[in-house]
């Protein structure tokens, strides 16, 4: 991985922005329009595993097509098993330099490809699940759920930047840190984050009250990978999310729902950070365990 330039000379992890952010959007250069948007996206990844979320929330998988990439990585990037069936590519490099052959940066998941425009519209990850709730929404399901409501968007946002920040990024921060001050600062960080929506989940089932928002879509993955893989991993090793009753049982609640459940692939999470990230795992053993029992009513 061609993390080098995101560590900066105090040892902390700095994430690349997002290079392609066009818009889906009716009236817009891409508009929403069923079958011509293909989202690639990894089981392993947590920024991608929220847009596999939300697609199934709201019944959006006739109408956006989905591609899984194979969990390990290599030198040359994602790589789509056999090969993909809607571009003919065989790795997701080849979309990042139709589009842009200068393209410098990593080859992210997930990011989305306009079949009909042949070029990636967007790989900036907080707006594809945000695309997919609003431009969308002429095609949701009837009975899919308002997972970013108008009258809670300033909240939804406001929270989300907190979870974002101290937690979904943060345990990146930490395990990539190159210097003990700059891990001390993001493990912290965590654990602070953690700590404070174990408060709120004390008297809430979501984040925001009785229904599923947004913020429970961008909590879940990394709530998901925690003990598997970043308390070890990643050092993030104060508590476990089992040490949280409110979390722990929160977590396990959202995974009982179908659009949880059915994205959550602990073995393609662990194979993937355990193997693929070797700045941090040269022998790229894959650890056994945790057993965890996430079906625990
Ligand atoms: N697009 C964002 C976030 C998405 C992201 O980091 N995805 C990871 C997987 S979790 C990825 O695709 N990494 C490819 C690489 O590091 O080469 C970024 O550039 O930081």
Redesign the pocket.
């Known amino acids: 991985?061609?993390l080098g330039r995101e560590i900066s000379d105090a040892g902390r992890f700095v994430?690349?922005p997002?290079r392609f952010t066009a818009r889906i959007e009716a009236g817009g250069e891409h508009p929403p329009e069923p079958g011509r948007y293909q989202l690639y996206a990894?089981y392993a990844?947590?920024?991608?595993h929220r847009s596999l979320i939300v697609r199934e929330l709201l019944g959006l998988q006739d109408i956006v097509g989905a591609t899984i990439v194979d969990p390990i990585?290599d030198e040359k990037?994602?790589r789509v098993p056999g090969s993909d069936p809607v571009t003919g590519v065989e790795y997701l490099s080849e979309l990042y330099l139709a589009t842009d052959p200068d393209y410098q940066?990593?080859?992210?998941?997930p990011c989305v490809w306009d079949r009909t425009a042949k070029r990636l519209v967007t790989?900036d990850?907080p707006q594809i699940t945000l695309t997919l709730e609003t431009a969308f929404a002429p095609w949701h399901a009837q009975d899919a759920p308002d997972l970013y409501p108008v009258e809670l968007r300033g909240e939804i946002d406001a929270l989300n930047e907190v979870i974002f920040d101290g937690l979904n990024n943060g345990v990146y921060k930490a395990g990539f840190a190159t210097s003990q001050e700059a891990y001390d600062e993001a493990v912290t960080a965590v654990f602070d984050t953690l700590d404070l929506l174990e408060e709120r989940l004390a008297t809430h089932s979501y984040l925001h009250g009785d229904m599923l928002t947004e913020s429970d879509v961008r909590l879940y993955p990394t709530l998901a990978r925690f003990d598997a893989v970043y308390h070890s991993h990643f050092k993030c090793a104060i508590r476990r999310l089992t040490d949280y009753p409110a979390l722990w049982a929160y977590a396990r609640s959202l995974y009982a729902i179908p659009a949880f459940h059915d994205t959550t692939d602990f073995d393609h999470i662990k194979r993937h950070y355990f193997m693929t990230q070797t700045n941090i795992n040269p022998s790229r053993i894959v650890p056994r365990g945790p057993e965890l029992d996430w079906t625990a009513g």
Request: hydrophobic fraction near 25%.
């Open positions: 991985m061609k994430r690349q997002n990894s990844c947590p920024w991608a990585r990037g994602w940066g990593r080859y992210t998941v790989n990850y």
